[in-house]
């Protein structure tokens, strides 16, 4: 089955810097890769994604960027705010004839320092 | 709107003592349905998932079950908790075919067994 690693585990910023959150997956047939936002205390809530036909995708500050032949993608987010901080999880899967199911990494928890 | 609901937020049970937490969703119908569970470092692990009433699959063994009554409805149960069951579980829900692939979770519950 599909096995996501996710890296760095935490990451501490300044306001205003960028951070660079990356995952790998293992099965080449995912081809849906989302990123979900958790605060504390409360559920994770998508922020954004990307299916396998496109290698990039941006709205406004966050961008995510995906190599198939290596199988990793990534999230990037610029001038960081606060509000950023929170934990971020990458989760690959298959959507196609019938729905895989949404495999997720083991998060970073991302500070940014005001 | 579609929502989902998921309670109690926590619970704090003794060893060997039954669980069960509930799930429900509101606003759409034949929804697949998830449970998750977050443990410190283990990111989100998928534990169940349900395609229709009555009809569950396991990702995982271990010392819980889940059913699916109605429609929009997801249980988690234990017949007899160990400490190890401690953690913050996530009801989640997804609508079926390839455009639906967004999950959409509940605030979770934290459950500690002392």
């Known amino acids: 089955g599909e096995n996501v690693e996710q890296h760095p585990s935490t990451l501490s910023v300044q306001e205003g810097d960028s951070a660079v959150i990356k995952c790998t997956y293992s099965?080449?047939?995912?081809?849906?890769f989302p990123w979900y936002k958790q605060e504390l205390g409360k559920g994770p809530q998508l922020i954004i994604d990307i299916r396998s036909n496109v290698g990039e995708k941006k709205d406004q500050r966050i961008a995510v960027t995906l190599n198939k032949t290596a199988k990793h993608f990534s999230l990037h987010i610029t001038e960081t705010q606060p509000e950023d901080s929170a934990v971020y999880f990458c989760a690959a899967s298959f959507y196609g004839g019938s729905q895989g199911n949404l495999i997720f990494g083991k998060g970073t928890k991302l500070s940014v320092k005001p | 709107s579609q929502t989902i609901h998921q309670w109690p937020a926590t619970l704090v049970q003794p060893v060997g003592s039954p669980l069960s937490l509930e799930c429900t969703v509101e606003g759409t119908s034949n929804p697949n349905l998830y449970w998750y569970r977050q443990a410190a470092g283990r990111g989100l692990q998928l534990l169940f998932y349900s395609v229709g009433i009555g009809q569950i699959s396991s990702e995982v063994p271990q010392n819980l079950s889940a059913s699916r009554p109605q429609d929009r409805q997801f249980i988690l149960s234990s017949k007899k908790l160990l400490l190890s069951d401690s953690g913050f579980y996530l009801c989640a829900w997804r609508g079926k075919g390839i455009m639906n692939t967004e999950a959409f979770f509940g605030q979770g519950t934290r459950l500690t067994v002392v």
């Open positions: 099965d080449s047939a995912s081809n849906y």
